[in-house]
């Protein structure tokens, strides 16, 4: 196991998509050799992610991988890489998921080279997120996610990218600029206490703060993770960047860059100040309440398919926050858990209105319908991830809402009662969407083909996952204890209502 | 002046004397783009003298220090005029400049800023700063067939003939303060204890007045935009940089000597950096000139800038010379862009002309958006790094509000960077022919583009050796 842990696996992991990424810089004009290096990369990571995995499936305390090298001393920057099991899983996820969008943008066909580039560069950034443990470092990443992410809405995106993808940005960074000023205030109040100069999490936590200034600092950090979330009332760029954004642009903003959010919280907002975030739990639980049903019912107005699972996000999300809120060992896992749900059913559903939109131009639900006559195995796999979306038991949604809400029941009934009635919300609208687009009188006497074997190889294993995680979970959950177990007790008890 | 100071002022002479004979040399020999080419060389011959001579002496006649300090920034201003000349060839011979006139005006700009750089003295000071404020009067107005660089000049000229006099002014009531030139002691003059106290504030208020005015800090910024949009493209980038950062390092140098009197300063400076932020910011929300963007944003960083002066103390000294030099290669590197893309007959410089650029023309539009992304502070880029090194260091000397309103500052200050990105990315191009670019140019702006990044990723040798030679 030693000569396993020497080798700088984190650090591989998030240089092999840089490289490939600059590969494909260099070599833009060669669309087609882009195409399959990027493919040929990211299946690289994914092996990787997979590798990892399978060798710490059984979790532990404490960190599986550290690295920690020197990097900008003079004011106290260290390169410092972790990997636990929460960020195993996600890590994972990231891999995989990256994998899915590649392929799902096999077909794009403008400035190909560049695209490619840039979801190997958001694959790096994604990956940095997950794995930094030096507060700037981490910084870094964060901001380097945005920028591609940015590009990939503005240049491949639909009719109002332009106007989507600068709020995107603005959100985010306004967001993520004031949590910098926290970081730095917070580095400066440890070299007050008499620390070393350091943004190390493991340096800066256990500081003692005076409660206003906890509350400020954390309030900072609380802004920019609930933006990318993100949790009414910030989620406003969510719906016109999602419903603009490419098809790979979208599954990779449902499915990663929103668990960033939570990650952030996890890792560091808890950690970094437990005590204001005890007193934030119950208010975060209202604004999750509030955020399952007012999105639920926005969702069921849409008349986009895009834009309502672009709500149905946020909903989604909610349950991961109150989960958060709910603080315990079953809800907390759930929530991790349920990240991973929402990442993969989501994607795949994104994945799906993108295909149906390549065929049918139109995302309108009024538009659209009869499907089921014209392309039944399309329908299928799309009836299967919203039957998994609004958590039919047996798929993968199921495991992870039932623990949070039995989690959120544990701490107090009326959280677990109210979000039970959001679980129904959620088959309204999407039961209207499967009505919307699946049945019905077919419009137009269009001849379209049904999936080719890239689209449908992808949908498989996705739907395979989803049952995997539906019927079995343990494996995904096992990692989790200790790391969840441990952030638990970060927390004042008792401060709880 | 001995033979040691003269040895010492090597690098400066390099600039100097090459000047001159350069302008000799174009009166026989009348073809411009080799001159600028020898005038690239010459500057690049004094950043290896400045970097590789050690000096026998650290002052020069009382007037100019010659210690570590700085050599640096004679390096930095040398490497500036060696690339200005480099983006100027093109552009000067499609416009029939007379190469050795510009040639020895541009080395003899970036003499005078060097000199102001390491000016010790308050008469080291007025004569590095007209040294180099002269010339680019001339250089902003060089084009005489271009109405709007003649009214440039004109504006610089009136508004520049009047910071002179409240500089001279205000140099001399500090000398009647303390009776004398030489930095520090003459600035004892705010010592409470002093009776010439008041005659020492007042001269002090003219001095900022006369420096705010060349580094435009609000509210003496009125002239900036006309001039940079203006002022030939590559002028323009010599004026946003090199007539900036030495009245910068000049200040470092007066504010470091400065013991007593710092606080009565702190809240004017604190309020010219407050306005400087916001009214640099709001006004470049609307340009759809990418040169009077790039004026408005120079004001903000200019900002960030004092910021860094108001921080004090080491940790804030050595984040202004890294932002100083981070600032440097990113806003030379954005005009040395739209130099580039300029043709015989005008200058790219309104938001439209670059529609669709970033695919025709990509290694340049890759180019210009890291030095946007740069000086809008996002990582991995030197702007970021000296953005953070600033912010380290004025929360680290209370100036929380300041902080704060830096932050809000460069957010707002993403959204006009990113509307010059859009237009390069995001539009469909139009078939207005811009130039392809000459090898110099792109060796320059790759050279600008790997200092921003190489500066964002690996900072820490530049910020290891800027600790140790700041006063």
């Known amino acids: 196991m030693t000569e396993f842990t020497h080798i700088p696996w984190l650090s591989i992991l998030i240089f092999l998509p840089l490289a490939g990424a600059l590969l494909c810089l260099v070599l833009w004009r060669r669309e087609e050799l882009c195409r399959w290096l990027a493919l040929a990369v990211s299946w690289g990571v994914f092996v990787l992610t997979a590798g990892l995995f399978a060798a710490f499936r059984a979790g532990g305390s404490g960190w599986l991988l550290y690295e920690d090298h020197a990097w900008i001393e003079r004011l106290g920057v260290r390169y410092i890489l972790g990997l636990d099991g929460m960020s195993l899983l996600l890590v994972l996820?990231?891999?995989f998921l990256m994998l899915v969008a590649v392929l799902v943008s096999w077909?794009?066909?403008?400035h190909t080279g560049f695209f490619f580039a840039l979801l190997l560069l958001m694959e790096a950034g994604i990956l940095g997120v997950f794995l930094a443990l030096d507060l700037v470092l981490f910084y870094l990443f964060w901001e380097l996610m945005l920028i591609p992410m940015f590009f990939l809405i503005g240049v491949w995106g639909h009719e109002r990218r332009i106007y989507a993808a600068i709020k995107f940005f603005l959100f985010t960074l306004a967001g993520s600029l004031l949590m910098l000023l926290a970081i730095i205030g917070l580095h400066l109040l440890h070299t007050a206490a008499g620390g070393a100069p350091s943004f190390a999490l493991d340096n800066l936590r256990g500081l003692e703060l005076s409660p206003s200034l906890e509350a400020w600092l954390y309030a900072a950090f609380l802004l920019a993770f609930l933006v990318k979330v993100p949790l009414v009332p910030v989620h406003t760029w969510l719906p016109d960047a999602h419903t603009e954004a490419p098809t790979a642009g979208s599954v990779i903003l449902a499915g990663l860059l929103l668990k960033t959010g939570v990650y952030g919280l996890l890792r560091f907002g808890f950690p970094l100040f437990p005590n204001a975030a005890a007193a934030s739990l119950p208010w975060l639980a209202l604004l999750a309440l509030i955020g399952i049903f007012h999105a639920a019912w926005i969702a069921y107005l849409q008349p986009d398919a895009k834009r309502l699972v672009a709500y149905s996000s946020v909903a989604h999300m909610g349950f991961v926050v109150l989960g958060l809120a709910a603080w315990n060992q079953t809800a907390v896992e759930g929530s991790i858990l349920q990240m991973v749900n929402h990442g993969l059913t989501t994607g795949a559903l994104f994945a799906l209105v993108g295909m149906i939109d390549e065929r049918a131009h139109t995302r309108r639900i009024d538009e659209l319908g009869g499907l089921w006559g014209k392309v039944p195995r399309l329908s299928f796999f799309f009836l299967f991830f919203s039957l998994a979306s609004l958590g039919?038991?047996?798929?993968?949604?199921?495991a992870g809402e039932i623990l949070i809400l039995i989690g959120a029941f544990q701490t107090n009934p009326v959280w677990g009662a109210t979000a039970f009635a959001g679980v129904v919300f959620a088959a309204?609208?999407?039961?209207?969407?499967?009505?919307?687009?699946?049945?019905?009188?077919?419009?137009?006497?269009?001849?379209?083909?049904?999936l080719?074997?890239?689209?449908?190889?992808?949908?498989?294993?996705?739907?395979?996952?989803?049952?995997?995680?539906?019927?079995?979970?343990?494996?995904?959950?096992?990692?989790?204890?200790?790391?969840?177990?441990?952030?638990?007790?970060?927390?004042?008890?008792?401060?709880?209502? | 002046m001995t033979w040691n100071d003269l040895v010492a002022l090597f690098p400066i002479l390099i600039l100097a004397l090459g000047s001159a004979a350069l302008l000799m040399l174009g009166a026989w020999w009348p073809r411009g783009r080799e001159l600028m080419g020898l005038g690239s060389l010459v500057a690049g011959l004094s950043v290896l003298a400045a970097i590789a001579l050690t000096p026998p002496v650290?002052?020069?006649?009382?007037?100019?220090?010659?210690?570590?300090?700085?050599?640096f920034f004679t390096a930095l201003w040398a490497l500036v005029a060696a690339l200005t000349l480099l983006l100027s060839r093109r552009y000067g011979a499609e416009r029939r400049f007379s190469g050795g006139e510009y040639t020895a005006l541009v080395l003899f700009a970036a003499a005078g800023m060097a000199l102001l750089s390491g000016a010790t003295s308050l008469v080291g000071l007025f004569l590095g700063l007209e040294a180099f404020t002269l010339v680019l009067y001339i250089l902003i107005a060089f084009h005489r067939e271009d109405d709007a660089g003649a009214e440039a000049g004109l504006k610089y000229l009136v508004m520049g003939a009047v910071a002179t006099g409240f500089l001279a002014f205000g140099i001399a009531l500090i000398f009647t303060s303390t009776g004398t030139f030489h930095l520090p002691e003459a600035l004892s003059g705010l010592d409470p204890a002093s009776g010439m106290r008041p005659v020492a504030l007042l001269g002090w208020a003219m001095l900022l007045l006369a420096l705010g005015f060349k580094v435009s800090l609000v509210p003496f910024h009125l002239w900036t935009p006309d001039v940079y949009q203006g002022a030939p493209a590559p002028v323009a980038g010599l004026l946003a940089t090199g007539s900036?950062?030495?009245?910068?390092?000049?200040?470092l140098g007066l504010t470091a000597g400065l013991e007593v009197g710092w606080d009565d300063l702190v809240p004017l400076l604190w309020l010219l950096c407050v306005l400087s932020m916001l009214v640099g910011t709001f006004c470049a929300l609307r340009q759809d000139n990418l040169k009077r963007m790039l004026a408005y944003s120079s004001i903000v960083h200019m900002g960030y800038a004092l910021m860094a002066l108001l921080a004090a103390g080491p940790t804030g000294r050595t984040a202004l010379v890294f932002y100083l030099a981070a600032y440097t290669a990113m806003t030379l590197g954005a005009f040395g862009v739209l130099t580039s893309f300029s043709r015989a007959s005008?200058?790219?410089?309104?938001?439209?002309?670059?529609?669709?650029?970033?695919?025709?023309?990509?290694?340049?539009?890759?180019?210009?958006?890291?030095?946007?992304?740069?000086?809008?502070?996002?990582?991995?880029s030197a702007g970021f790094i000296g953005k953070f090194a600033i912010f380290i260091a004025a929360l680290d000397a209370g100036f929380i509000a300041l902080a704060v309103l830096g932050v809000l500052a460069s957010l707002v200050s993403v959204y006009y960077y990113l509307r010059v990105v859009v237009v390069l990315f995001m539009s469909a191009a139009d078939d207005v022919p811009l130039h392809g670019g000459s090898r110099g140019e792109g060796a320059a702006i790759a050279l600008c583009a790997l200092a921003t990044l190489g500066l964002g990723i690996l900072p820490a040798p530049l910020l290891d050796l800027i600790a140790q030679l700041i006063p």
């Open chain 2, 346 to 380: 005008g200058e790219a410089q309104w938001l439209g002309d670059l529609r669709g650029l970033g695919y025709r023309h990509p290694l340049r539009g890759a180019a210009l958006t890291i030095f946007l992304f740069s000086l809008a502070g996002v990582p991995p």
């Open chain 2, 244 to 251: 900036k950062g030495a009245v910068f390092a000049a200040l």
């Open chain 2, 58 to 71: 650290t002052e020069i006649s009382g007037l100019f220090g010659a210690g570590p300090y700085a050599r």
């Open chain 1, 428 to 450: 309204a609208y999407m039961l209207r969407l499967v009505q919307g687009v699946l049945w019905g009188a077919a419009r137009g006497a269009l001849f379209w083909p049904d």
């Open chain 1, 93 to 95: 996820l990231s891999g």
């Open chain 1, 392 to 398: 039919l038991p047996g798929l993968n949604n199921f």
């Open chain 1, 107 to 110: 077909r794009v066909r403008r």
């Open chain 1, 452 to 497: 080719e074997p890239r689209e449908g190889a992808v949908l498989v294993v996705l739907a395979l996952l989803v049952l995997w995680l539906g019927l079995y979970p343990a494996p995904f959950l096992a990692p989790l204890r200790e790391p969840v177990a441990d952030l638990l007790n970060v927390l004042p008890q008792g401060g709880l209502p």
